[in-house]
């Protein structure tokens, strides 16, 4: 192993049996299309839900299935996986093709955040779940520490972004649909659509933003209601 993935692996604290799963992981489809971190990326994802799962399951047990959904949404989102993956340096780690060297593919947030996802997977398969685990709550421990129930109470255009890029789907179009009224009382009708999920409601509100809240709201409830939501 080169002197970055030496590195990395004294900062993750572990030692790869088969170091070639850590150089996979690491390995962006722009370097090589068949030989990449997808697969990988794909069952580190499942694991880091699972992990997250479990832990949240374990600190709240008057928590209700929305909630905890709620809760492990905002804590796997890519947001937080790009705050791991900076922490572990992971950016000169990356193997990319010329075009992503080029126009900086190892700043960038969704390239870090699958890398982190991956390294989950080849953990795995390098030593099994008890050693994923361990990696999983070392990195997100902190914040499993400081995460409260009251963190579900966010509003509901925040709680669906971050519970479709969980899910690593596009983010809902809100389009107005009809504006009625006097300026001084005007009534929106507003629709919220997730394409990717053939989701949509329309609500009322007498603000723009109210409507846009509880259609959102109306979309939450159905994804809320599905067993794979997160």
Known sequence: MDKHLTELCRTIDYQFQ?????????????????????????????????????????????????????????????????????QLQLGPCLQLGPGEMKSGGHRRDSILADAVEAIIGAVYLDSGMVQ?????????????????????????????QELLQARKLGLPDYDIVDVSGKSHAQNFVVSCNVTELSLSAVAEGQSRRQAEQIAAGKVLAELEGDEHVG
């Open 18 to 86: 088969r170091p070639e799963l850590l150089e996979l992981a690491l390995t962006h489809r722009s370097c090589n299309g068949s030989h990449n971190n997808e697969r990988l990326e794909f069952l580190g994802d499942s694991i880091l839900n699972f992990v997250i799962g479990e832990a949240l399951f374990q600190k709240f047990p008057q928590a209700r299935e929305g909630q905890l959904s709620r809760l492990r949404a905002s804590l796997v989102k890519g947001v937080t996986l790009t705050k791991v993956a900076k």
């Open 132 to 160: 994923a685990r361990q990696l999983v709550l070392n990195w997100f421990q902190q914040r499993l520490d400081d995460i409260t129930l009251e963190d579900t109470t966010k509003d509901n255009k925040t709680r669906l």
